[in-house]
């Protein structure tokens, strides 16, 4: 149960319902924490194909669309969709950062 302290840190809710499980034991974060975090490392591994910040910045929408529909209640999103869409966001925001980074440097 250590491992769930990492999800505290992070800032992530938990909530189980929104958690994908293994073996009966739950994620430290949600699906959609877990999607940002794996489009994240996605991000990284593939430096040298960095997105312009456009499309960097459109595969946010998928992840504000789902998420703000969820929050206004108009609907309930599933677990794989908030992975998937956290997947793009998470893609999107690492390496519209990413670009940034480059044109600093």
């Keep these: 149960m250590k491992l769930?302290?990492?999800?505290?840190?992070?800032?992530?809710?938990?909530?189980?319902?929104?958690?994908?499980?293994i073996h009966g034991y739950q994620f430290p974060v949600c699906a959609r924490c877990t999607g940002l975090l794996v489009g994240n490392i996605l991000s990284i591994l593939l430096i040298p194909v960095i997105q312009p910040k456009a499309v960097?910045?459109?595969?946010?929408?998928?992840?504000?669309l789902d998420?703000?529909?969820?929050?206004?209640n108009w609907r309930e999103s599933t677990n794989w969709?908030?992975?998937?869409t956290g997947v793009l966001g998470g893609y999107g925001l690492y390496t519209a950062f990413l670009s940034l980074l480059?044109?600093?440097?």
């Design 56 to 64: 960097a910045v459109i595969l946010l929408l998928p992840l504000a």
């Design 4 to 21: 769930m302290r990492i999800g505290e840190f992070s800032g992530c809710h938990q909530m189980p319902k929104r958690s994908f499980f």
């Design 67 to 72: 998420g703000l529909t969820q929050l206004a």
């Design 81 to 84: 969709l908030r992975f998937l």
């Design 102 to 105: 480059i044109l600093i440097l």
